[in-house]
């Protein structure tokens, strides 16, 4: 159901912006959030944002640089990552999950989430 595309090989200060469509009938009533999974490390959270895009969550490694987005009309999520660096080398997924209730819901746990992309591999060089 969600499919993740846009990553790439780029130098260290260059920007992508990997985006994730969905395949679902109401797009509006997900949330959604990116992951990465460097080599020999755990997954974590790195955006979140809200089914209707009220709320969004960054991490402290990537606030500032980092904007997540949404457009409901095309099913499509976007995150623009921008000042790369080395260290955000990793396999970039995008998540989802229905969910009706607050607009201002977005999680951080992997838990929280049901549908998963297949991954989209970034490389920053130095």
């Known amino acids: 159901q969600l499919q993740a595309s846009g990553g790439g090989l780029v130098q260290a200060g260059g920007s992508l912006r990997p985006s994730c469509a969905a395949s679902?009938?109401?797009?509006?009533?997900?949330?959604v959030g990116w992951f990465r999974q460097a080599a020999g490390k755990e997954r974590e959270c790195v955006a979140a944002?809200?089914?209707?895009?009220?709320?969004?969550y960054y991490a402290d490694s990537v606030k500032v640089r980092f904007t997540i987005s949404r457009d409901n009309a095309k099913n499509t999520v976007y995150l623009q990552m921008n000042s790369l660096k080395p260290e955000d080398t990793a396999v970039y997924y995008c998540a989802s999950r229905i969910y009706t209730g607050s607009n201002a819901y977005a999680p951080t746990s992997e838990n929280e989430y049901s549908y998963w992309g297949q991954g989209t591999q970034v490389t920053v060089s130095s």
């Open positions: 944002i809200s089914r209707q895009g009220a709320n969004t």
């Open positions: 679902v009938r109401t797009f509006s009533n997900y949330y």
